[in-house]
């Protein structure tokens, strides 16, 4: 037996498992090296994957959701149309998938539910859009600081993230029952 | 989605690797004539082979240039064990991801990939590659075989075997190992992952070669062997693979034709649409290969021991007869327990209560292996060397795991522990302690030939069998107790409550991989000592009678 083939076995062997082991971890939306902060509640988040719009029989199409920081919000996205659509949320305005926090595919079935579960541990801005159809399925989604929101309704909007720019007819913060009133919970 | 640039990189390396397969065959050095010396001019190809197949054949890359079968399972043992180590490091990783109840560091889909790649490489690229590396390196010689023909056959079955485990890797699949229907065409990464076709064309060519492989077994046993060996003196190493060869071909084709439609439902959904087929049929076509495979997986090893208990106990076996009864008896139970995979699925009453008795009484030929081993090292005087304490734990890993699998086959237990990981513990006690073990054992006693005349070190040897055994007790018996406590297997993160036992379990994950690694370093180490022993082992010389 060559000294080299031990060695080469072993070598083959070690690339072969660590190379595989990042291959797999490679998966769009996978790859995140951000982690889904804790949470204490949740909230229902229901949106109809259809390429007029998120929310496409209501008068706001792509409504503004406002949500909080430490709140694992549940995405139900129920398709409506038989095309295929994704669940992509991005730090910021802006629609890029390589900066995607979330990424879930949702099967061209109408009536397939895909679930995709998130809690934001930073406030600010995000956007929620489909790659597939970016110019008629993007909203923002604005994530309020948990603690601020909790004191009182008064002192809080300092610490929201700017909402200019955002055609919004609600106050901040804004409360679970408004929120439900605006419309993108009335459906759950 | 990257598809067509994926698809052109993964086909062209595809192709790269097919030509220069050829380019090899017919350009590069002959080694049989470094091997066979002078005579070699004067023998045909045939001869040749089956000159290097009865040879002392040690480790060398060389092999993927040759066709005999000794080549053949060097080859097959050389890459099963790269699996091994790809599959072992998604376990490792799917284990500390679940040190929290919250995934620490795992996303549900590349849990999934993981969970995936974990199982259908063990079984189908270290289980049954290395049941087959063991059956095309010890055959020929046990069975003195007088012609080594159809070479090529086996070294075209062996590169079906190598891609279909590469498309394995490549595909990222979701679905798991058993690539249910509905799930399995869902081509996105909510579903069965975007390739998920291309693990079912892996799997596919896994199959096809282990069942031409299964009758070149059977040919090499029943017409190629020597014919001063008769079928009452086989040894029962052979009568295991003759076992688990029938049990291939009797059940692999029809995973094949399941697999072959769930690619053309991808096109045309005909066969398992709710209208037409339904997805159980899928389920049901799935588990009539599904559960001979894993018996696939543990018979060869029942052999191994009966060949490996008296070369470590210095006596007979100690029935010879009831060793054949009893593998032969498996072959033939184990072929109708597969429903017992489907209790929950709505088969029936009557089917369940089949398949549950079918399922109890594969406990009685497994039992008389049992009491066989025991009443052989309980005659014989027994040496405690690296692969006789691999056997001693494999049988006792066999025993908690059997006993296990004859409590969950009861249709009520059945009900409450389906989906926990008390099946997970059941599997790994038998698939780690038995089939992996019993690999390991037959590797160490093989070493000095491998290594041509080296001997392991035996510290590391121990080290490696008492991490293996240390780490398999620890992971799956916290898995067993925290199963029958209700805790779900197959997913990427659990209820709080849960939490030792998959903290334990991740201990002893990581405690087997460290043994596993140890293993590797042996064989590194070896190749700097010296040449101390002949390349003899006991495995491949007469047996005790």
Redesign the interface.
């Known amino acids: 037996m060559k000294r080299i083939t031990p060695i080469a076995i072993f070598l083959i062997v070690l690339i072969a498992a660590g190379g595989s082991f990042v291959y797999f971890l490679e998966v769009p939306g996978g790859a995140s090296t951000q982690v889904s902060a804790s949470y204490n509640s949740t909230a229902l988040i229901v949106l109809y994957a259809n390429a007029q719009g998120w929310n496409y029989n209501s008068s706001h199409p792509n409504p503004t959701i406002y949500e909080k920081t430490h709140v694992l919000l549940e995405f139900k996205v129920i398709e409506q149309d038989n095309l295929p659509h994704t669940l992509t949320i991005n730090p910021g305005p802006n629609e890029s998938a390589s900066s995607a926090i979330i990424s879930v595919d949702i099967p061209a079935v109408t009536g397939t539910v895909v679930w995709a579960n998130w809690s934001f541990s930073n406030s600010g801005v995000y956007t929620y859009w489909c790659e597939v159809h970016p110019e008629t399925m993007v909203g923002l989604l604005i994530i309020n600081s948990s603690q601020n929101s909790s004191v009182s309704a008064n002192n809080s909007s300092a610490d929201a993230p700017s909402a200019a720019g955002i055609n919004c007819n609600c106050t901040f913060p804004i409360s679970l029952e408004e929120q439900m009133l605006n419309g993108i919970h009335e459906e759950i | 989605m990257s598809f067509p640039f994926e698809l052109a990189v993964f086909g062209s390396a595809i192709a790269v690797i097919i030509i220069m397969g050829f380019l090899l065959y017919y350009f590069a050095v002959d080694y049989r004539k470094h091997l066979i010396g002078d005579s070699y001019s004067t023998m045909s190809k045939q001869e040749a082979n089956t000159f290097l197949s009865k040879m002392r054949r040690?480790?060398?890359?060389s092999v993927f240039m040759m066709d005999d079968s000794k080549s053949i399972g060097i080859r097959y043992l050389?890459t099963s064990?790269?699996f091994f180590?790809?599959a072992?490091?998604?376990g490792i990783?799917m284990r500390i991801s679940l040190w929290y109840p919250?995934p620490?560091?795992?996303?549900p889909?590349?849990y999934n990939?993981?969970l995936t790649?974990h199982g259908t490489l063990m079984l189908y690229g270290w289980a049954l590659g290395s049941l087959l590396g063991l059956g095309y390196y010890l055959l020929p010689s046990s069975l003195n075989i007088r012609k080594d023909s159809l070479g090529i056959v086996s070294s075209v079955m062996y590169w079906f075997f190598a891609i279909g485990g590469l498309f394995l890797?490549?595909s990222?699949s979701t679905a798991s190992w058993y690539f249910y229907y509905p799930l399995t065409d869902?081509l996105?990464?909510?579903?069965g992952g975007s390739f998920s076709f291309v693990a079912l064309i892996g799997v596919m060519l896994i199959v096809i070669a282990t069942v031409v492989a299964s009758i070149i077994f059977l040919k090499m046993i029943f017409i190629d062997r020597d014919k001063s060996i008769r079928l009452s003196n086989l040894s029962l190493f052979s009568w295991s693979m003759v076992s688990a060869a029938f049990l291939i071909i009797g059940s692999a084709p029809v995973s094949v034709v399941a697999d072959g439609y769930l690619i053309y439902d991808l096109v045309n959904p005909v066969f398992f649409q709710g209208s037409n087929g339904t997805a159980l049929g899928y389920a049901i076509m799935f588990w009539f290969w599904g559960h001979p495979l894993v018996y696939v997986a543990v018979i060869p090893a029942f052999g191994l021991i009966y060949e490996l208990l008296p070369r470590f106990t210095g006596t007979k076996v100690f029935s010879y007869r009831s060793g054949v009864f009893s593998l032969l008896l498996l072959m033939v139970l184990s072929g109708t327990v597969w429903g017992h995979h489907l209790f929950n699925s709505g088969l029936g009453t009557v089917w369940d209560l089949i398949f549950s008795s079918t399922s109890f009484l594969v406990a009685i030929p497994s039992a008389i292996s049992v009491f066989n081993w025991i009443a052989t090292i309980w005659v014989g005087r027994p040496k405690m060397s690296v692969p006789m304490l691999f056997v001693i734990n494999g049988i006792i890993d066999f025993v908690i795991g059997g006993v296990v699998g004859v409590m969950v086959a009861d249709v009520g237990v059945n009900e409450l522990v389906h989906g926990t990981y008390a099946i997970t513990a059941h599997f790994h006690f038998i698939f780690l302690g038995l089939t992996t073990g019993i690999a390991f054992a037959a590797i160490y006693t093989l070493f000095s030939t491998?290594?041509?005349g080296?001997k392991y070190n035996v510290p590391m040897g121990k080290a490696h069998f008492y991490l293996t055994a240390i780490g398999t007790w620890v992971m799956s018996g916290f898995w067993l107790v925290g199963g029958f406590a209700g805790m779900p297997r197959r997913v990427a993160g659990y209820f709080g409550i849960f939490q030792t036992y998959q903290d334990a379990a991740a201990i002893g994950g990581v405690i087997l991989g460290i043994g596993q690694l140890i293993f590797?370093?042996n064989?590194?180490y070896?190749?700097?000592k010296p040449v101390e022993t002949t390349n003899e082992n006991i495995l491949e010389a007469e047996a005790v009678s």
């Open positions: 040690e480790l060398s890359l050389l064990l790269a180590f790809i072992g490091l998604a990783g919250n620490t560091f795992l996303t889909v590349q990939i993981l790649e890797i490549f990222k869902q996105t990464e909510a579903g491998f290594t041509a080296r590797l370093i064989f590194v070896s190749a700097y």
